[in-house]
């Protein structure tokens, strides 16, 4: 392939120098609109199978369907249902929940690791770490999913544990009890989030200028405060994507919990993706379904958008 | 000294720590896999007599061969096809400049931010009346429109990041677009291209919503979607089921390691820019 390169770029200079600049101007514009034709499949697919979709989703969202008989208009009032059941809003309660574990844990929990990996631990460990710790990214969510339930079974691992060190008494079925299943799932979440976190935040210290350390020490500031005045300001982008990404993973979280929960028990583990499903393809509810994704979609740009200004404001987009 | 060597110490513990949560769910996996299907052993526990043969009962009852043709079916129909429209785009977008390519960019930068699950429900009702439910076409079609967003992104970025001037001079050799972009543009665009391409593959493989959605029959699915179905019919089997995840996950892990480089630096980047 290079050896076509070479020898197009050698005809290329060989044939230069007539009268090449108004060719170029006539062609600029031709080009512009040839460019079109580049954009036009991936344009038709992207319109074909998110785009339509999208605004069929607003359009359902209107209507009354079962999915065979005829749709019945009733305006708004999926959308009233949506934030007045009960059910409902508790699925969209519990996505808000689990953002504490899909991105609290990670990215602290991220930024603890990434600090000790750049600091205190040597490369060959810390890039044995990070692969690992990479792993859980990589694998189907679905398989993760089997994994953690049988790991927070009654007779899991977590509760192998707990036994041998004299904690019988507070063994249980960790995604079977009211108490615990949400948590449970968020820890499932947490664990997949962690690496991608703490990969990305690592990457960020790197470019950190080593001088800023060395000034701030030679000021007299103690670990903590260096970490308050440079690390945690420099690492701001990169914070911001790790929310993002981790933000949008919580609020449509769907793989771990139909495999470990399907929302249950009763609805502590409900969350709008699942709900989505049941009643679309269950319940043949098609409007509402889709006004709870309307509504989800909604949610998601709402939390995304106020980081992504926060964490980018004055860079160049 | 000797409380940096303690820092060390601690620093270390926690990551072996870590680590060790991390591999936990698979260690549990596969001592489990070990024992006699049926059983219910404990969470953590090596068998006296290891029965190796459940992963040849596991691919034998999850009809693993067939599933395993599928998904590469599935991936061999997706990826190329994404990556080349993707490509395209991403050098009309990032390099010719075109009129209205920023709105354009805007538009599929839309769909970064979408949940899968906000298009599922027309998707079903689009892919009935296309006649294609339960076919691996169900599956394809939208995921190449559902991977555009990221992968029209990708590539613009990967685009605007080349010199403008390697295009101009192969303009003013008489170059047309089409020859600009297969013989200049495409060549050096290799490694944005293969990350991508690794991405895509890993991202099929483990489609879950679209597969238990718009295909009902297993071996038409993508191996996630299958894996879900097999845990279905055999949830209460754990051994078995043990066997059969550990199957459908070990593909990935083997790309990842032969990758890893590629893999992450995809992921960084690709999150950094978005």
């Given at each position: 392939m290079s050896e076509t390169t070479t020898s197009?770029?050698?005809?290329?200079?060989?044939?230069?120098?007539?009268?090449?600049?108004?060719?170029?101007?006539?062609?600029a514009r031709d080009v512009r609109l040839r460019g079109w034709l580049f954009v036009l499949p991936a344009l038709a697919a992207?319109?074909?199978?998110?785009?339509?979709?999208?605004?069929?989703?607003?359009?359902?969202?209107?209507?009354?369907?079962?999915?065979?008989?005829a749709a019945q208009w009733v305006g708004l009032d999926n959308f009233k249902t949506v934030f007045s059941d009960h059910e409902l809003l508790g699925a969209v309660e519990h996505a808000f929940e689990l953002i504490v574990f899909f991105s609290g844990i990670p990215v602290v929990l991220g930024l603890v690791v990434a600090g000790v990996m750049r600091r205190v631990a040597s490369r060959r460990i810390s890039s044995v770490a990070q692969a690992v710790l990479f792993l859980p990214q990589v694998v189907p969510l679905v398989a993760a999913g089997i994994a953690w339930s049988w790991v927070l079974s009654t007779s899991g691992v977590v509760n192998q544990t707990l036994s041998a060190i004299g904690l019988g008494g507070v063994t249980r079925a960790w995604l079977g009890d009211f108490g615990t299943a949400l948590p449970a799932v968020g820890v499932i979440g947490a664990w997949v989030l962690?690496?991608?976190?703490?990969?990305?935040?690592?990457?960020?210290?790197?470019?950190?200028?080593?001088?800023?350390?060395?000034?701030?020490?030679?000021?007299?500031?103690?670990?903590?405060?260096?970490?308050?005045?440079i690390t945690l300001p420099s690492l701001r982008q990169e914070i911001g994507v790790c929310v993002t990404v981790t933000v949008i993973a919580a609020l449509s979280a769907f793989d771990i919990v139909y495999i470990s929960t399907r929302g249950g028990p009763g609805d502590a583990t409900m969350v709008p993706g699942l709900k989505i499903y049941q009643l679309a393809f269950f319940n043949r509810e098609v409007g509402l379904a889709s006004a709870l994704a309307v509504v989800l979609m909604v949610l998601v740009l709402l939390c995304i958008l106020p980081i992504q200004w926060l964490t980018r404001r004055g860079e160049e987009s | 000294?000797?409380?940096?060597?303690?820092?060390?110490?601690?620093?270390?513990?926690?990551?072996?720590?870590?680590?060790?949560?991390?591999?936990?769910?698979?260690?549990?996996?596969?001592?489990?896999a070990l024992h006699q299907s049926g059983t219910y052993p404990q969470g953590l526990d090596w068998p006296s007599d290891p029965h190796w043969g459940n992963f040849v009962k596991a691919f034998h009852v999850a009809n693993m061969g067939t599933i395993f043709k599928s998904s590469v079916l599935i991936v061999l129909a997706v990826v190329p096809v994404a990556v080349v429209i993707a490509t395209m785009a991403g050098f009309a977008l990032g390099q010719l400049r075109i009129h209205g390519g920023r709105p354009l960019f805007l538009l599929f930068l839309l769909g970064l931010?979408?949940?899968?699950?906000?298009?599922?429900?027309?998707?079903?009702?689009?892919?009935?009346?296309?006649?294609l439910l339960n076919t691996r076409w169900a599956i394809i079609l939208p995921l190449i429109g559902l991977f555009m967003p990221f992968a029209v992104f990708w590539m613009r970025a990967h685009f605007l990041n080349m010199p403008h001037e390697i295009s101009e001079a192969a303009r003013v050799d008489g170059a047309t677009t089409w020859q600009l972009f297969w013989r200049i543009h495409v060549p050096l665009a290799g490694p944005a291209v293969s990350s991508l391409g690794i991405l895509m593959?890993?991202?099929t493989w483990n489609q879950f919503l679209l597969a238990i959605v718009l295909v009902d029959d297993p071996t038409k699915r993508t191996m996630a979607g299958a894996l879900g179905a097999f845990q279905g019919q055999w949830g209460t089997d754990i051994p078995l089921l043990s066997a059969g995840s550990l199957l459908i996950l070990t593909p990935t892990i083997i790309v990842f390691v032969v990758f890893q480089r590629h893999f992450v630096s995809a992921l960084l980047q690709g999150s950094l820019k978005g």
């Open positions: 197009s770029s050698r005809a290329y200079r060989a044939a230069r120098g007539t009268s090449a600049s108004r060719a170029l101007h006539v062609r992207y319109g074909l199978f998110v785009l339509w979709p999208l605004v069929q989703s607003f359009k359902y969202s209107l209507y009354r369907w079962d999915g065979v008989a962690l690496g991608l976190c703490t990969v990305l935040l690592l990457a960020g210290m790197s470019k950190i200028d080593p001088a800023l350390y060395e000034a701030a020490q030679l000021d007299g500031a103690g670990p903590v405060r260096e970490f308050l005045s | 000294v000797i409380i940096a060597r303690r820092n060390v110490w601690s620093g270390g513990a926690l990551l072996l720590l870590l680590m060790g949560v991390t591999l936990l769910p698979f260690a549990s996996m596969f001592t489990t931010t979408l949940p899968f699950e906000g298009v599922i429900v027309p998707l079903y009702y689009e892919i009935r009346n296309m006649g593959t890993v991202w």
